[in-house]
């Protein structure tokens, strides 16, 4: 039974990979036509570094999410403190308001956003995404940094107030730090969350400013270059150090907690 | 509270709570809340109100699923690859949930369980492309086919019904896999020892135990791959090519292609209703199942 068990988990596994890795060798195999034996070759990736349209969107790219993960961390960090160590009415409906950026599905809000964005003249382009991303960011940041500041004692600030500091010190002093590795978990997310998304920015860029996601979507549909395969063999080796350094930063934090 | 309450205080720790969310509240306003209500000002007009054409309210929009039967037709499209796509992961993320959670342990689960949900946090429409590699003619399958039969014909899974579910289920299914692990990994092993020692048989045990304490993780799972699922339109055009019609395509199209805003808004609107109604029925089932504890 733990045998079968195991082994199904393995095949469920293989599924989830094979056509990634299918797509990673074929980039960097020399043929463009998937012929076999496969002969390795760098030149679709050498080929990338002469694509303009690619690399500008790769810039833009980093830019929003660099952006975003600024501005929603921030402004996450701040609402995440209001909910989880104040007490005011309306708070469950604050609480329930940041669900419809996570729950509505990405084209609902993508195409609002291209509609109100465009009719009140704040346009399409590189701010434009950059105000979505945050928006799609924020709840994910508050609830992190919400759960962080859940396993983090209340009563340390207000001991340090009453011994004479002033809530901003107290603050800076007591909470802070060790609530650093949630905020700082938080601000990885928001930069993977704007990093991968799709959606929204493609309603929101315009022919000639774009990012890398939209980018591959338009080459795909303007027919298949190996040029793809290389440059979203890249792209997920991006992503996926984001994941490990985020695991392992909510790991640390768990750890701590379990001494 | 240490600190008493005098009515100064009190008053200024309003205006700082207020003062710590007034920015993201305030931004999610402009750039979710607001939109909303545009576009539900949008879907109700003849024409979207651009240079000095005026304004005339109009249900034509939504009435269109009547007057243009085709548009029936992609929401049924749509609603098969949901149940589709939702089907088939329930049937494949159920058994791999429960091998996760009582097959392996320690270590090892968790390095499983980094490998299943890994995939998720990579850029989805990457993986919708890898697909192709393996779909189309001449592609992976296809040789793996010649390898096995040489003289078979030349075979194409790429641009079909087919290849849309298999690439979503791909996509989804470490959502599945995700919340049905967490309900299974609560399961005690004392109740399964205890209905074993009173001599229920395997699959008595897997219908009247697991499967309900797991239903909790079912039903979210299910919302998590439906929902975004009936909205999607990069997979079915990518995977799809003409067959893949949805009501995503549309939506899609109207915005993009035929700039028709108005029954673009009111396709979308639908399909929000569509997507709230699904919440509000399953949060009456959930709340059923771990309500009384």
Redesign the interface.
């Known amino acids: 039974?733990?045998a079968a068990?195991?082994a199904?988990?393995f095949a469920?596994?293989a599924?989830?990979?094979?056509?990634?890795a299918?797509?990673v060798v074929?980039a960097f195999n020399d043929s463009a036509?998937?012929a076999?034996p496969i002969e390795p070759s760098l030149r679709w990736f050498e080929a990338l570094a002469d694509n303009g349209p690619l690399l500008a969107a790769t810039r833009n790219s980093v830019v929003i999410a660099s952006a975003t993960s600024v501005i929603a961390t921030?402004?996450?960090t701040?609402?995440a403190?209001?909910?989880n160590r104040?007490r005011?009415r309306g708070q469950t409906l604050?609480k329930v308001?940041?669900l419809?950026?996570i729950?509505?599905?990405?084209?609902?809000?993508g195409?609002?956003?291209?509609?109100?964005?465009f009719?009140?003249g704040i346009g399409r382009g590189i701010h434009a995404m950059m105000?979505?991303h945050?928006?799609l960011a924020?709840p994910y940041v508050?609830l992190i940094v919400g759960t962080g500041l859940q396993t983090l004692r209340s009563?340390l600030e207000?001991?340090a107030?009453?011994l004479g500091s002033t809530?901003l010190h107290a603050f800076f002093t007591v909470t802070l730090p060790p609530l650093l590795p949630s905020i700082v978990a938080a601000a990885l997310f928001a930069f993977?969350v704007s990093?991968?998304q799709?959606?929204v920015s493609?309603?929101l860029s315009t022919p000639g400013v774009s990012t890398l996601?939209v980018e591959?979507?338009s080459s795909?549909?303007k027919g298949?270059t190996p040029e793809?395969?290389a440059i979203?063999t890249i792209?997920?080796g991006v992503?996926?150090l984001?994941?490990l350094i985020f695991?392992q930063l909510s790991d640390l934090r768990g750890r701590r907690e379990r001494r | 509270?240490?600190?008493g309450g005098n009515i100064g205080s009190a008053s200024r720790?309003?205006w700082?709570?207020a003062a710590?969310?007034t920015?993201?509240?305030g931004?999610?306003m402009?750039?979710?809340?607001?939109?909303?209500g545009?576009?539900l000002f949008?879907s109700v007009l003849k024409a979207a109100?651009?240079g000095n054409r005026p304004l005339q309210l109009t249900l034509d929009n939504y009435l269109a699923f009547f007057r243009r039967p085709y548009l029936i037709d992609v929401a049924w499209t749509s609603i098969q690859i949901g149940l589709w796509t939702t089907g088939l992961c329930v049937l494949?993320g159920l058994?791999?949930a429960?091998?996760?959670a009582?097959?392996?342990k320690g270590s090892f689960r968790q390095v499983?369980f980094?490998?299943?949900i890994?995939?998720f946090?990579?850029?989805?429409?990457?993986?919708i492309?890898?697909?192709?590699?393996?779909l189309q003619e001449?592609?992976?399958l296809d040789?793996g086919l010649h390898l096995v039969a040489p003289s078979a014909p030349a075979m194409s899974l790429l641009y079909s019904f087919p290849a849309i579910i298999i690439g979503l289920v791909?996509a989804y299914?470490?959502y599945m896999?995700l919340t049905c692990y967490l309900s299974a990994a609560a399961i005690e092993d004392a109740s399964l020892e205890a209905a074993r020692s009173l001599g229920a048989r395997s699959l008595v045990i897997f219908w009247k135990i697991v499967l309900p304490l797991c239903l909790p993780g079912l039903v979210s799972g299910s919302i998590l791959i439906f929902?975004?699922v009936?909205?999607?339109?990069?997979e079915p055009?990518?995977l799809g090519g003409r067959v893949g019609v949805t009501m995503?395509t549309v939506?899609?199209d109207q915005?993009?292609q035929a700039f028709n805003?108005p029954l673009?808004?009111a396709l979308?609107f639908i399909?929000?209703a569509v997507?709230l109604a699904i919440?509000a029925v399953s949060s009456r089932v959930l709340s059923r199942y771990t309500g009384p504890q």
């Open positions: 039974m733990i068990g195991r199904y988990l469920t596994i599924f989830l990979y094979l056509p990634i299918l797509m074929m036509l998937y076999l921030a402004l996450g701040l609402a403190l209001a909910l104040r005011f604050l308001l940041l419809p950026p729950a509505i599905p990405w084209l609902i809000t195409t609002a956003m291209l509609v109100f964005f009719w009140t105000i979505g945050v928006a924020l508050v009563d207000e001991a107030m009453s809530p993977a990093l991968d799709f959606v493609y309603f996601p591959i979507y795909i549909r298949f793809i395969n979203s792209f997920l992503s996926t984001l994941v695991a | 509270m240490l600190k720790r309003g700082t709570t710590l969310l920015p993201a509240y931004w999610l402009l750039a979710v809340f607001l939109p909303l545009a576009m949008f109100p651009f494949l058994p791999a429960l091998a996760l009582r097959a392996t499983l980094l490998l299943v890994l995939p946090w990579t850029n989805g429409l990457v993986r492309f890898s697909w192709t590699t393996v001449g592609g992976v040789q791909h299914l470490p896999i929902v975004p009936i909205g999607s339109f990069m055009r990518i995503g939506i899609e915005f993009v805003w673009g808004a979308s399909m929000l997507v919440f």
